[in-house]
């Protein structure tokens, strides 16, 4: 089993429309998470951490749960510009701090 | 800041070749990290340095691969001889103690034919 597996995507969505991904991961030692943005082509860039008690940027809302080890992402009113691959990322702390990315989920919004 | 800086952008070699990927992070980051990218695999850590020290190497894939970090501003990884499945994008990434997240540079892309 994967230590972080995500939806399998692609997800395509009209312009407007409120999506969510899903990630899971293995390790209860997991102490941080992150959401990174993935470009065609180009480097993962960190879009934001995930709190224990949820928090929002924006159109983007992360939310953790660490009973179920889950973590989600919310994009609310999507835009052509937030098409991307959306990557889960864990700290497993109790392998020297090394993130550990789950696999993406392509987004694609559509006008 | 200049970012994490990669070189070369492209690789194109044939099998059996040496490869070697270059890496500066940016300046006062003590860890530096490589990884690879692939569709079916994903983004996978190969190695990771702190203080220019090899702390974890579980994720180098076999011995054709090593990597050095000489000094703070500077690292290398080598493939010898590559194989036409060693093609990638490969990465490296910094971070500063206590930073939040990685910053990554913008990759090169290895194509061994």
């Known amino acids: 089993r994967k230590e972080v597996e995500q939806d399998p995507g692609p997800f395509n969505v009209p312009e407007g429309a409120t999506v969510a991904f899903n990630c899971t991961y293995s390790n209860s030692a997991s102490q941080s998470f992150f959401w990174y943005r993935q470009d065609c082509r180009k480097e993962p860039k960190l879009l934001m951490s995930v709190y224990s008690s949820g928090n929002e940027d924006g159109r983007f809302t992360a939310q953790l749960n660490r009973a179920s080890q889950y973590i989600s992402l919310l994009i609310r009113d999507s835009k052509l510009s937030d098409s991307a691959t959306y990557l889960c990322?864990?700290?497993?702390?109790?392998?020297?701090?090394?993130?550990?990315f789950g696999q993406g989920t392509e987004l694609s919004v559509k006008p | 800041d200049a970012g994490v800086i990669q070189s070369p952008r492209h690789e194109v070699t044939e099998m059996g070749q040496e490869v070697t990927l270059r890496c500066k992070p940016i300046?006062?980051?003590?860890?530096l990290f490589w990884y690879r990218q692939t569709m079916m695999r994903g983004l996978e850590l190969l190695i990771y340095?702190?203080?220019?020290?090899?702390?974890?190497d579980s994720g180098m894939p076999e011995d054709r691969f090593s990597a050095k970090m000489p000094n703070a501003s500077f690292s290398t990884l080598k493939i010898q001889p590559s194989e036409p499945r060693d093609s990638a994008v490969y990465f490296c990434?910094?971070?500063?103690?206590?930073?939040?997240?990685?910053?990554f540079g913008s990759g090169t892309r290895l194509t061994v034919v």
């Open positions: 300046s006062g980051h003590d860890y």
């Open positions: 990322v864990v700290i497993l702390y109790n392998q020297g701090g090394k993130l550990i």
């Open positions: 990434a910094s971070m500063g103690t206590g930073d939040y997240g990685y910053t």
């Open positions: 340095f702190n203080n220019n020290v090899p702390i974890d």
